[in-house]
């Protein structure tokens, strides 16, 4: 049995059925020396996710994603405007250093980096307002201002929000106000439950859920999970 075929099984009842199969190829090609996600100018997000992004995308699309990357050479190529957070500033000079002159007249890059000391005594990573990680290199830390980077824009400004970084829960919840009615939120990395442990009944009063099962994405051989909102109110 491949290691495709395995996976399917392994979260066949977390929505990974035999329709993965028609992305193998695409993951196959995503592991061949010297792939990466800015090389291939995609998202690592699931396929599954990423067409349907690909698709509500359009020339005249305002984006706004929390982590940059290949992510944002895929909205580059398909919008019109992309705004990026980011907070580490080696991997931001990275993502500059790798736009052209005509790309960096339709991106806004915004580096913000983690904030020393912690937002509350205590703090808890689905609690949104606490803005911290568990990542352990910023247990010390707090992404206050990172998650508030969003808060410069008017409301209802973006067609997509993509939520791929730090502080996840308190991302979503400063992003989803910059949402258009008919626009997406999106939530890489959804099958960590803690993301949506507070955040989810606040999203589901205004946004309708697109896709969000588990599946196959490029550079990684364990399928993982992008959920994906639409806005309706």
């Not at 791929?164 to 400063?174: E, I, N, T």
Request: with cysteine; aromatic share 14%; net charge neutral.
């Amino acid at each position: 049995m491949s290691e495709f075929q395995r996976q399917i099984n392994k979260y066949k009842m977390h929505g990974a059925g035999m329709r993965q199969w028609l992305h193998y190829f695409r993951w196959k090609r995503s592991f061949v020396s010297g792939a990466n996600s800015m090389r291939d100018r995609q998202p690592w997000i699931t396929f599954d996710a990423m067409d349907v992004l690909e698709k509500h995308l359009n020339p005249q699309s305002k984006v706004f994603e929390y982590g940059g990357g290949g992510s944002t050479l895929f909205f580059l190529d398909h919008a019109n405007e992309v705004v990026t957070v980011e907070h580490n500033p080696e991997w931001f000079s990275i993502l500059s250093e790798g736009l052209s002159e005509s790309e960096k007249k339709r991106w806004k890059g915004l580096l913000v980096e983690a904030e020393p000391g912690k937002a509350t005594e205590y703090p808890k990573a689905q609690e949104p307002l606490h803005y911290y990680t568990t990542d352990e290199h910023y247990l010390q830390c707090h992404f206050k201002s990172y998650a508030q980077s969003i808060d410069q824009f008017p409301d209802a400004c973006f067609d997509i929000v993509l939520v791929d970084g730090r502080a996840r829960p308190a991302c979503l919840v400063h992003g989803m106000p910059k949402v258009k009615v008919g626009g997406l939120l999106v939530l890489d990395n959804s099958d960590r439950d803690y993301y949506l442990e507070l955040t989810l009944p606040m999203i589901q009063g205004k946004f309708a859920p697109v896709i969000s099962n588990q599946g196959a994405s490029p550079y990684s051989v364990e399928f993982c999970r992008t959920s994906i909102w639409r806005r309706f109110g």
